[in-house]
């Protein structure tokens, strides 16, 4: 019985309702009626509306009147060869996509009736010049008049309260905009890509301009921002190429993320004082000449004057705290700069490439210069640290090209990895001596940097610290330093000798390879090994004093040292690497010591002078066939234990020697004898350090009469 009383209900419900409301077509226009309000909706009919359509206050059907108070979505959609349209004085509402599409409209007369025109309403009308608005609209919907591409003018009138997004966007040849000031906030993308677009007159009492509001409107050339405007949204002016002028008024507190990037012709800007954030990129890529900054800004966000390429001058105020990373990188015309005592931090690459940047002062107060955040100002030549800064980043300051003089602070305890990589007319950076860290390749390719004394704080000396410091002649390593990393001097082509502290065990691989004026080397007496390549390429070293505590060197170590006359290896060692000794084309005599087990390939390659070879081992090393490659062994004699002479004489290629004597069979008397027929003698190791008596191995007296003796002692 419930369930048919519902059945009649609902029946007797729809029979109400089609007395109340129904479809009709009447005089060339399809109509929605609503017969208890007594209203009419225009509506889409069977076939496209073409030609012109004059839309009645009100429709007589029968004996009833209705009157006509709005036009229904999509109404007039797609109606491609609909010409004109006279809207009714009673319609309030022009519904969704009512008019969208209709491309051959040129004109539409918006009565003082309507309230509201509904979002795509107008889309795509491309040839519509005209629209006037009635003045009591209060809302205009998302996109409503978006790609009307011959829309030349717009008056928002006061009563319009609400312009939502995209409303006017992609209006391509709109020219002129005027806004009432009824308007609030410009909404997001509203006048977006309306490239023509030259004149925008923005009503006092506008609060926000929201995102994207007017996008690459690339005519735009002047904006005068309302003082009761507070925030300006993302990317809302950018890519405005022809905009020379900007108002900005005190009011203003927030603006946006690239909200003026890449603007064209905007020579000046004042950030008023009330302005307290602005976004990143907010004017990069633009041809600002010259920003001042207001009290109220604390932080200059990431990229914001990145590639102002005509940036010629910065007003910083008293308070500003940050200049965060690449605030500022790639202003090339930016030559001076006056940092505020509040600043606190300069982020990464803040001020890199500044090509005519000639003078920095940093203030105190900041403890810390940012990643490469100086680097590539190829015009600095002055530069003052305060006594607060406690880290100098990474690459901070290099390939500054016109530094001459860096004095670092007291403060000072870390200098980052490439700091001043590439100053190549550096001539002096004093080191402090609190300084404990110095990154890698931090002074690497200061071609012009003379002397360096490393801070007695300091243990590690970093990889190619100094590599290609071709002009450096002496560099001062204190006692602190344990380890020398790879290639720390590699190339430093004058320097003349080298001191290296008694803590350091391993000389690394390349650490002075290439060092072409080096003469003498002072390694540590508890030296355990050299490293590939250590000291190639020295072709000015002429004498050597390998410590007793030494148990390999490594390939190459010192390949090409043209100049070494001698070497005596201790007897502690037993392996010498790949081309250790290769192309030394002066070295005459060699001395191995009774613990060498192996000699690699091309170990003594291409000594071409070599004359004699003493091995005390009399265990046979192993020796690689082409150990000796390039050599003339068939004239070279080689001086071996007593017991292991014949094992000599049948081992490859120790049995290649032109002759291969016992180092016992030589005379241990001609010492006395020496020192009996002449009283004066100079006596000397193999490597040209002078000794008071001889020793075990090779020892060169130079008599009182000119001539000079060789002596073994093997005992």
Request: glycine share 6%; net charge negative; proline share 3%.
């Amino acid at each position: 019985m419930i369930k048919y009383s519902i059945i009649c209900f609902v029946l007797s419900f729809i029979c109400v309702q089609s007395l109340w409301a129904q479809d009709i077509y009447h005089e060339g226009i399809n109509y929605y009626l609503n017969a208890a309000r007594q209203t009419a909706e225009v509506i889409a009919g069977d076939s496209p509306y073409v030609g012109s359509v004059t839309i009645p206050d009100s429709v007589v059907v029968g004996a009833n009147t209705y009157y006509v108070i709005s036009i229904g979505d999509e109404a007039f959609y797609d109606c491609s060869e609909l010409k004109s349209v006279k809207i009714g004085k009673r319609v309030k509402t022009i519904g969704s996509s009512s008019f969208q599409n209709c491309t051959a409209l040129k004109e539409i007369i918006i009565p003082d009736s309507v309230l509201s025109i509904g979002g795509y309403a107008f889309r795509h009308c491309e040839k519509l010049q005209k629209v006037s608005f009635g003045k009591n609209l209060r809302t205009i919907g998302v996109y409503a008049f978006t790609e009307c591409e011959n829309l030349m003018k717009v008056e928002i009138p006061d009563s319009v309260s609400q312009i939502r997004d995209y409303a006017f966007s992609y209006c391509s040849n709109l020219l002129e905009v005027s806004i009432g000031k009824g308007i609030k906030k410009i909404a997001k993308g509203t006048f977006c890509k309306c490239s023509e677009l030259e004149s925008v007159k923005l009503p006092e009492g506008l609060k926000t301009i929201e995102e994207d509001a007017f996008l690459r409107c690339g005519s735009l050339g002047t904006i005068d921002i309302p003082s009761s405007v507070s925030a300006i949204g993302d990317r809302a002016f950018m890519l405005c190429s022809f905009l020379s002028n900007i108002g900005l008024h005190e009011g203003l507190e927030t603006i946006g993320e690239e909200a003026f990037y890449w603007i064209g012709r905007v020579k000046k800007l004042v950030l008023p004082n009330s302005v307290t954030s602005i976004g990143p990129s907010i004017f990069s890529e633009s041809t600002l000449e010259e920003v001042a900054f207001g009290e109220g800004l604390k932080t200059i966000p990431t990229n914001a004057f990145r590639g102002c390429n005509s940036l010629r001058a910065v007003y910083f105020s008293e308070g500003l705290t940050t200049i965060d990373s690449y605030a500022f990188s790639h202003c090339g015309a930016l030559q001076s700069l006056a940092f505020p005592e509040s600043i606190r931090t300069i982020g990464q690459s803040a001020f890199s490439m500044c090509w005519e940047l000639k003078e920095v002062v940093i203030p105190d107060g900041l403890t810390e210069i940012g990643e490469s955040a100086f680097s590539a100002c190829y015009s600095m030549k002055s530069l003052t640290l305060n006594n607060t800064l406690e880290k100098i980043g990474s690459g901070a300051f290099s390939f500054c090209e016109s530094l001459s003089e860096i004095v670092l602070p007291s403060s000072l305890r870390e200098i980052g990895e490439y700091a001043f990589m590439t100053c190549t007319k550096l001539e002096r950076i004093l080191l402090n001596e609190e300084l404990q860290l110095i990154g890698k390749s931090a002074l690497a390719e200061c071609r012009a940097l003379k002397s360096l004394t490393i801070p007695q704080g300091v243990e590690t000396i970093p990889y190619e610290l100094c590599r290609e410091c071709e002009s450096m002649e002496n560099i001062d390593i204190p006692n602190s330093v344990t380890v020398i990393e790879d290639r720390a001097f590699y190339d430093c082509k004058s320097l003349l000798s080298v001191d290296i502290p008694e803590a350091v065990r391993v000389i690394k691989s390349f650490t002075f390879g290439n060092c072409s004026s080096l003469k003498e080397v002072s390694l540590p007496e508890e030296l355990s090994r050299i490293s590939s390549y250590a000291f190639s390429g020295c072709v000015s070293l002429d004498s050597l004093n390998i410590p007793e505590t030494i148990v390999s060197i490594s390939d190459g170590a010192f390949w090409g040292c043209s100049n070494l006359t001698s070497i005596v290896f201790p007897d502690g060692m037993w392996d010498i690497g790949q081309s250790a000794f290769s192309n030394c084309s002066a070295l005459q005599e060699i001395s191995l010591g009774s613990g060498l087990s192996s000699i690699y390939y091309y170990t003594f390659g291409n000594c071409q002078s070599l004359k004699e070879v003493y091995c005390y081992a009399t265990k046979v090393p192993y020796c690689d066939q082409n150990a000796f490659q390039d050599v003339p062994i068939a004239s070279v004699v080689l001086h071996v234990p007593e017991s292991a002479l014949t094992l000599y004489q049948d081992t490859a290629p120790w049995k290649n020697f032109g002759k291969i004597v016992s180092i016992e069979s030589e005379d241990p008397d001609h010492i006395s004898i020496i020192a009996e027929e002449f009283k004066e003698q100079q006596m000397y190791m193999s490597d040209g350090r002078m000794i008071n008596t001889f020793h075990k191995g090779l020892t060169i007296v130079k008599m009182s009469d000119g001539t000079v003796r060789k002596t073994i002692l093997n005992k």
